[in-house]
């Protein structure tokens, strides 16, 4: 049964990158610490020693940063990773093409958890990580030099056209939460479009 659904994980993912970005930013003076690959039935969870060295609400759009340069430098001469910083934007980008949720992300104190999840319905999204994939959606975007629209969204997730109500209310409360906000606040409803709240 496991396997079966490893195999589902591994197909909707780019879990290359997901493991390059595991190996390059781990750190490696913490005693008795390691990288813990867990996987479950509905997805994947590593545990890597140390904290980001970027905060996590500008994760796709800061510059690279490495922990372990040397390291960096080899995998990408191994073809391993690119060393552009863009490990975060490849796998968000790769969750949404595949109407996954977002990859979570808890910080510990000395360890930071990032979950790869399989599908799941809109509906059975809990909200926290539908919030985290519209952020994550409009960052994106804004990298992209475009801008989260409801159809955007409904696309993102898979939803159809009939769910445009659930959409709006999705990113009324992450303009409520200051994760994005509008544009032009004067634009008709109907023509709103959404960038991150730090734009």
Not at 25 to 50: C, D, K, W, Y
């Amino acid at each position: 049964m496991v396997d079966l659904q490893i195999n589902n994980v591994v197909k909707y993912l780019k879990c290359d990158t997901y493991f390059d970005i595991l190996l390059i930013h781990q750190v490696f003076f913490l005693m008795g610490a390691g990288p813990v690959v867990e996987i479950f039935e509905n997805r994947v969870e590593v545990t890597n020693p140390g904290t980001p060295l970027v905060d996590i609400m500008r994760i796709i759009d800061n510059p690279p940063k490495s922990r372990n340069e040397k390291l960096a430098s080899l995998m990408r001469r191994l073809n391993m990773c690119e060393e552009l910083g863009r490990g975060w934007d490849r796998m968000v980008i790769s969750c949404e093409l595949q109407q996954l949720p977002a990859p979570r992300i808890q910080i510990y104190q000395e360890s930071t958890k990032v979950s790869l999840f399989s599908h799941l319905d809109f509906t059975n999204i809990p909200v926290e990580d539908k919030l985290w994939s519209t952020y994550l959606h409009a960052c994106i975007k804004f990298t992209e030099g475009e801008a989260l629209t409801n159809t955007s969204l409904r696309e993102r997730f898979g939803v159809a056209d009939t769910s445009a109500g659930s959409i709006s209310r999705l990113i009324k409360e992450a303009v409520n939460r200051k994760l994005i906000r509008p544009v032009d606040p004067n634009t008709a409803p109907r023509y709103m479009r959404y960038i991150p709240v730090w734009a």
